[in-house]
């Protein structure tokens, strides 16, 4: 039995806790509005958005229903399409009035799932403003409009909101973005009767990778789901060690003040990882158990020397890899976090990633570098490369000729011919393994030249 708050209803299903909150809507209520697309993450038409009890009291996000398992939602609220409506159904949110004021929805598959996105950016962001609220549309395609009626829409209501702001969620229910029953939620879920869940089988953390390719198994599952633990969630610094729990979701890790400090424009790198509905979910340590050979957090942490830790053992992330998709992980292991070094002050952490898409996409070749600069010499480098072999892989021989030169078009050409030669790359759909090398000289030269400009 799984309780929750569904728009303004409280509602006590018996399900799986492992089924996807799409089905959940679709299949076993009239709410049509969310709709059923790539079932993958990639389209948005599913989007729905998801109070979540934090410190700060209710914390709302934008998801992809589709890779949402039920038993996640346990003790929230679920907010779909129909779950704004006043009750009368000519009073729409300023949202909705802007995209048909702008001509924003033509065939209108995409419309719910964008005003859902654009409505937990509302309720969610720190900063409301163009760019963000653009930006919280990052995992809405739409084949119809071209976008710029929706930018014209978003500019028109974001430009009415206030300069200063008192109680955000007061002014979003005055100005009738959201209803008037959102006042009283956090005191509803409280009331909620408690059910015991037993889990019993997959370890979940996002979701966001085994739900695309698992959701008929674990739609009849009682996965364990890492979310809940709490002791898995927090980043902080001790001693001279970063340490990240391996459930801190990767919109988490962009808003973290100790990660921005650090490194100022790793925030723009992970904008371009996957999109705000999956960022809300995906978890850093599933981006590193799942081995992807172009995993971008592992690019990142590679570059940075880190570790993964367990409970009782810990392994250098460049030794963690041992194949494609293989693992020193035991299958009874849960990884609890990643560590790495406080970098040498002055130091420098420049990623890149290059695809067919600009955003929403996998990487054709992913790096990072981790420098340190004086002047034109470096005095340190390690370089870290995705989609260039089997597994993410540091590239230990430029690195180590690169420390210790002056910079210069000689030494950028030679570090990125010994990068080229270490590297085995295959030709697939990203593109040929000629292509993949060149690339990968165009992203080591860009990160020196990135580097050194600062």
Same mark, same amino acid.
């Given at each position: 039995m799984i309780s929750f708050i569904c728009n303004n209803k409280e509602v006590t299903v018996k399900c799986p806790g492992g089924l996807p909150v799409l089905d959940w809507i679709r299949d076993q209520t009239d709410l049509k509005g969310t709709k059923e697309g790539c079932r993958e993450g990639d389209c948005g038409a599913c989007t729905v958005v998801v109070g979540r009890p934090g410190k700060a009291g209710l914390e709302y996000s934008a998801v992809c229903s589709c890779l949402l398992p039920v038993g996640e939602i346990a003790g929230c609220h679920l907010v779909t399409i129909e779950g704004l409506a006043t009750g009368d159904c000519a009073d729409l949110t300023p949202f909705q009035n802007a995209f048909y004021d702008e001509g924003a929805s033509q065939c209108g598959f995409c419309t719910p799932g964008m005003i859902m996105s654009l409505t937990g950016c509302l309720l969610g962001e720190a900063e409301l403003s163009v760019p963000n609220a653009m930006e919280s549309l990052d995992g809405n395609i739409c084949r119809c409009t071209g976008y710029i009626a929706v930018k014209r829409a978003v500019d028109s209501v974001i430009s009415q909101l206030p300069a200063k702001w008192g109680n955000r969620l007061e002014m979003l229910i005055e100005e009738k973005h959201v209803p008037a029953y959102f006042s009283s939620i956090t005191d509803r879920l409280e009331k909620l009767p408690t059910c015991e869940y037993q889990a019993g089988g997959t370890v979940v953390a996002g979701g966001t990778d085994i739900y695309v390719n698992s959701s008929d198994k674990l739609s009849t599952e009682q996965p364990e789901f890492l979310s809940d633990k709490n002791d898995l969630n927090f980043i902080r610094t001790e001693g001279e060690l970063v340490r990240i729990g391996?459930?801190?979701?990767?919109?988490?890790?962009? #808003?973290?003040?100790?990660?921005? $400090?650090?490194? /100022? =424009?790793?925030?723009? !790198?992970?904008?371009?990882?996957?999109?705000?509905?999956?960022?809300?979910?995906?978890?850093?340590?599933? $981006? +590193?158990? $799942?081995?992807?050979? +172009?995993?971008?957090?592992? +690019?990142? !942490?590679?570059?940075?020397?880190?570790?993964? $830790? !367990?409970?009782?053992?810990?392994?250098?992330?460049?030794?963690?890899?041992?194949?494609?998709?293989?693992? =020193?992980?035991?299958?009874?292991?849960?990884?609890?976090? *990643?560590? !790495?070094?406080?970098?040498?002050?002055?130091?420098?952490?420049?990623? *890149?990633?290059?695809? %067919?898409?600009?955003? *929403?996409?996998?990487?054709?070749?992913?790096?990072?570098?981790?420098?340190?600069?004086?002047?034109?010499?470096?005095?340190?480098? #390690? @370089?870290?490369?995705?989609?260039?072999? /089997? @597994?993410?892989?540091?590239?230990?021989?430029?690195?180590?000729?690169?420390?210790?030169?002056?910079?210069?078009?000689?030494? @950028?050409? &030679?570090?990125?011919?010994?990068?080229?030669?270490? @590297?085995? /790359?295959?030709?697939?759909? #990203?593109?040929?393994?000629?292509?993949? #090398? &060149?690339?990968? %000289?165009?992203?080591?030269?860009?990160?020196?030249?990135?580097?050194?400009?600062?």
């Open positions: 391996s459930a801190v979701t990767f919109s988490q890790l962009r #808003r973290s003040e100790v990660i921005s $400090n650090l490194f /100022p =424009d790793l925030r723009d !790198f992970l904008a371009r990882v996957s999109s705000t509905q999956i960022r809300s979910r995906a978890t850093v340590g599933g $981006n +590193i158990v $799942n081995a992807s050979p +172009i995993a971008d957090l592992a +690019i990142v !942490f590679l570059a940075l020397s880190a570790s993964v $830790n !367990f409970t009782d053992r810990s392994v250098p992330l460049d030794k963690f890899y041992l194949g494609y998709k293989k693992l =020193d992980m035991k299958a009874d292991e849960i990884l609890t976090e *990643l560590s !790495f070094p406080l970098p040498e002050p002055g130091s420098v952490l420049s990623s *890149l990633k290059v695809c %067919k898409r600009e955003y *929403l996409d996998i990487a054709s070749v992913n790096s990072s570098m981790l420098f340190s600069v004086k002047g034109n010499l470096i005095l340190s480098a #390690r @370089i870290s490369a995705g989609g260039v072999a /089997p @597994i993410p892989m540091v590239l230990l021989r430029a690195g180590e000729y690169l420390t210790g030169k002056t910079l210069s078009e000689t030494v @950028i050409r &030679e570090a990125c011919d010994i990068a080229a030669g270490e @590297i085995s /790359p295959i030709s697939d759909v #990203r593109g040929s393994k000629e292509y993949k #090398r &060149e690339l990968l %000289k165009a992203q080591i030269r860009a990160h020196l030249i990135r580097g050194t400009a600062q």
